[in-house]
């Protein structure tokens, strides 16, 4: 299995998909450094810890997290097709679900990395323009929040592994993403009742880290989440493993 | 002595139609076995099967014994393949490429890669990325990748897509090569017919899904000799007059009154003339330039098999 992980990253070297990443790590850093940089020389008041972190932690898990690893996971489970390595990969003496339980750590690894990078990026900007210590509570309080949305974000990740292994094109797990986090915000912005929201994966892992949910509401919308992460998990491990593979690439 | 590859009835129909129907082939230790047949035969679907990329409709695909199926990798370990054009990965070196297939095979031997990238002639270009490299470049790379791991058993399907007549001189050395120094098998499709009967031993011909012939390729020369047909009163005579007067050994009998002549074929004048001088009346007297061009032709019902 190490070497399935190890070739599995191998095979990301040098591949556009890694400039995406850095732009998630960037962009969400990039903003803190401004914000923390605006209240600390323009409005001569240093911004305070919570405030600092909930920022980049919203930004990613609402706007930016899902439509980027939908299109992380559509990479690592269509490029075989796309790219015409497929019969290749499928020729090694190693049985199919390997790989797909090997991309799957991959691309769990690849999310809790981006997180986690940008979360210690938020540290070091906040640490640059904050006066205070940072409060232990609040700490622990983020890395447990920081937890909850990275599981949360690789629940949502089969939509789009779906999309890709059945259409066998990058690009239909990219407009999965876009097209969730597009809902998300349409429902937002028209004050859906969150008992109807909830419903939507991409709207309630928002709302499980910005609001407290009342259990009902909770229950309805991670067993959505769960329901269809588990649904698209299995309908595309069975496609990858069983599918015919035909066409090929150049 | 068991069949490296044996196919059984082996069947795949997509909506009613049978693009592959029913084909039984046999493929012996050593052999360079020719799978010949025009674009939309059905080669590619029928390797695809072998491999256990695509399920048959029905019948059976054994390869070193073992019955091949989706989950069944275990014979991968001594099988290389190239299905069509290979695809590697573009953003990596071909050194990258091959280091890949090396892990995912279990060969430890990190010198085997630069080995074969001089095998197909890339150890120069080893470190270039391979999305510059051209089609003919990539073929060698997927040649590379599926010799790696020295199988026992090579599956090329159109290995010679998109390279230069020097490039399809150089591969056909280095399979001639490796069937001789490491008496590896190779099946190898195309619907090019110069390049199988350069190549192959043993020769398969598919068309519309369906294997029509199934030969050596030293019987199908013979199938395809240019010779002489001459239609005589008393055949056993003019055998004969043909040994004696024109030292003419390599014939045969076809039936009464029907000799076929294989040597001397541009002299009927003197064929004739020695037999009529000699009592032996000739009826008809047809040369046919028989080639394997033609055989196919007829045996396709005129489709492009070049």
Redesign the interface.
């Known amino acids: 299995m190490t070497t399935i992980l190890y070739t599995e990253l191998l095979k990301c070297k040098r591949a556009s998909i890694l400039w995406i990443i850095a732009a998630v790590i960037v962009i969400p850093s990039l903003i803190s450094f401004f914000i923390g940089f605006g209240s600390w020389a323009i409005l001569d008041s240093p911004p305070k810890w919570s405030g600092f972190l909930v920022f980049s932690q919203s930004l990613i898990n609402m706007l930016i997290g899902p439509p980027v690893f939908a299109m992380l996971a559509s990479f690592l489970f269509a490029r075989e097709y796309q790219e015409g390595t497929v019969h290749s990969f499928f020729l090694y003496p190693r049985h199919r679900a390997l790989f797909f339980l090997g991309k799957l750590c991959i691309l769990l690894l690849l999310i809790t990395a981006i997180i986690g990078i940008t979360f210690l990026i938020s540290l070091g900007i906040g640490f640059m323009f904050t006066t205070t210590h940072l409060p232990y509570d609040l700490f622990i309080g983020k890395v447990w929040e920081l937890l909850k949305i990275i599981g949360l974000q690789f629940l949502l990740a089969p939509i789009a592994i779906l999309a890709g292994v059945l259409s066998r094109q990058i690009i239909a797990g990219i407009i999965v993403g876009i097209v969730g986090v597009t809902s998300s915000v349409i429902l937002m912005i028209a004050s859906t009742p969150l008992q109807y929201s909830v419903y939507n994966p991409y709207s309630f892992v928002t709302f499980i880290i910005d609001s407290p949910l009342e259990s009902s509401l909770m229950i309805r919308g991670f067993g959505t989440l769960m329901t269809l992460s588990i649904v698209c998990t299995a309908i595309s491990y069975y496609h990858y493993v069983s599918s015919d593979v035909q066409g090929s690439g150049v | 002595m068991e069949p490296i590859l044996k196919t059984i009835n082996l069947t795949k129909t997509y909506d009613n139609h049978a693009a592959v129907n029913k084909i039984n082939m046999s493929i012996g230790k050593g052999e360079i076995y020719g799978f010949l047949g025009p674009n939309g035969a059905g080669k590619t679907t029928a390797i ?1 099967m072998m ?5 048959p409709t029905s019948g059976e695909v054994e390869i070193f014994g073992e019955k091949i199926s ?2 069944s ?5 001594r ?1 290389g ?1 190239i ?10 070196t071909a050194y ?1 490429n091959l ?3 090396r ?4 060969i430890s031997a990190k010198s085997s890669i630069e080995e074969t990238l001089d095998m197909v002639g890339l150890l120069e270009v080893r470190n270039r ?1 391979v999305g510059k490299f051209s ?1 003919g470049m ?1 073929q060698r790379l ?1 040649l590379a ?1 599926a010799l790696l791991h020295q199988p026992d058993f090579l599956i090329l399907d159109e290995p010679t897509n998109g390279l230069d007549p020097q490039g399809i001189k150089d591969i056909r050395h280095l399979l001639l090569d490796l069937v001789k120094q490491r008496d590896i098998t190779i099946l190898v499709s195309s619907h090019i017919l110069s390049e199988i009967e350069q190549l192959a031993t043993k020769i398969g011909i598919i068309h519309q899904g369906q294997l029509l012939e199934e030969m050596d390729m030293e019987q199908l020369r013979q199938k395809n000799r240019h010779y002489l047909d001459i239609t005589v009163s008393n055949d056993q005579q003019a055998a004969f007059i043909l040994q004696e007067n024109l030292s003419i050994v390599d014939y045969t009998i076809t039936e009464l009154g029907k000799i076929r002549i294989y040597e001397r074929m541009n002299e009927p004048m003197i064929i004739n003339r020695t037999l009529v001088e000699n009592g032996v009346d000739v009826a008809e007297l047809v040369l046919n330039k028989g080639n394997l061009e033609q055989y196919f032709l007829q045996l396709t019902g005129g489709n492009a098999v070049v």
Do not use: C, Q
């Open positions: 695809r491999l256990g990329l695509v399920k989706k989950n990798f275990k014979a991968f370990e099988i393949a299905i069509e054009t290979p695809g590697s990965y573009k953003n990596l990258e280091d890949i297939h892990r995912l095979m279990g990325r089609l990539k997927g990748r």
